[in-house]
């Protein structure tokens, strides 16, 4: 027996039509304190809740159930996916956590898995985070990342951050110190490779007085200051192979000497590191210690680039707009659709750290209050750049259809539509990271007309 409770009717009746379709009992109400008072006679085999409800909230539901069901499976869905809901869900012992809208056939497969779980295990109560630096993010490969967060919430173990260069690694690593036990102890962040090689040693494990020339003084090194909270290690990939040994000793006995030393120092640190590079790749190539990629690889999380995420460009504008607000002193400057258009169009790939800056930027230079296309550069996608890249392809398909005509008889839209098609298919797929509904939102066609141009067009 599934129990679903939501207060959008549409969402209950949708889930009810789907999991009957899968041979599944429900049972639907609309408020939490009308499922509580069910719950005393006969518990379900999982539970659906939304969030964001009249009266009692999902959240709160959670809490309830915790100590009278704590072995059920609560599945939380919500249209208020970010990351202080991910993480208060799991906290709360939530199963699992989807955010609307969700693929309909992923939401079953996903009750079928907590159907058959009996041996879940219940997240554990740890001390309230303090605020964390923002993340934002409503596409699917950030609603991963907040999951991924979540469910590490109550743990100390050692996870690997990959992506790209300004993808917000040390953000992630910020919000999973910032959402586990260790939250109140420090948080020490180091780049490796904005470091000189042979100064790396000492930053990381100290020095005694002297040690060598110019050592004055005894020096405290990262993994003491760290000493009992979190040592993220950015640009992992860029540390020399001795020094990657002394790491791993660290990791594996959790001791250490300081540059010059002879007592073992002992810390309990976890590390969290991270890369752009491919370690898998430096193993194979001598240049990463195997060993120690797999003591960092525990957990892994993947930071998508902002092009695989150009719906929260908006939301990303708002927010550092109105940060570089603050530093201005003036009010947030506001933007257009056709200079929307072009900053969500453009490939930014220096990610989100490029796009804070371009935020600085036009907020410098660009006169009033609103932003135009007027207003932004041609190396930010501005001026004619977009104009450009639209004469240059609609050129190219004149040409085609000029050679075509020459070539053949065949009707030119019966050539070039299912192309076009499957092009476009192929991107919004590829954008959405295979979420078929969210990739129909974008085509601007529903679920079942894409469905049927795949089937049609052999892309399933």
Known sequence: MVWIVDDDKSVRWVLEKALAQADMETRSFERAEHLLEAIDDHAPDVLITDIRMPGMSGLTLL?????????LPIIVI??????ENAVAAYKGGAFEYLPKPFDIDEAVELVRKAASTNDRAIAKDIARSRPIAAMIGQAPAMQ????????????????????ESGTGKELVAKALHDHSPRAGKAFVALNTSAIAAE????????????AFMGADSRRIGRFEQAD??????????DMSVALQTRLLRVLAEGEFYRVG??????????VIAATNQDLARAVKEARFREDLFHRLN?????TPPLRHRREDIPSLLKHYFAAAAKETGGPPKLIDAEALDVLQGYSWPGNVRQLVNATRRLTVTAPGGVITARDIPADLGGNETGQSMTEEWTRTLATWAERQLHDSDAPLLETALPEFEKTLIEIAISRTNGHRQEAAKLLGWGRNTLARKMKALHLD
């Open 199 to 210: 100064l790396l040693e000492t930053e990381l494990f100290g020095h005694e007085k002297g």
């Open 228 to 237: 009992g909270g979190t040592l993220f290690l950015d640009e992992i990939g």
């Open 261 to 270: 030393g002879q007592t073992p120092i002992k810390v309990d640190v976890r």
């Open 78 to 83: 919500t249209a208020h996916a970010d990351l």
């Open 298 to 302: 525990v957990i892994r999380i993947n």
């Open 144 to 163: 991963d990342v907040f999951r991924a967060i979540g469910r590490l919430s109550g743990s100390s173990m050692t996870v690997l951050i990959t992506g």
């Open 63 to 71: 809490e309830r159930l915790r100590s009278t069901c704590p072995d």
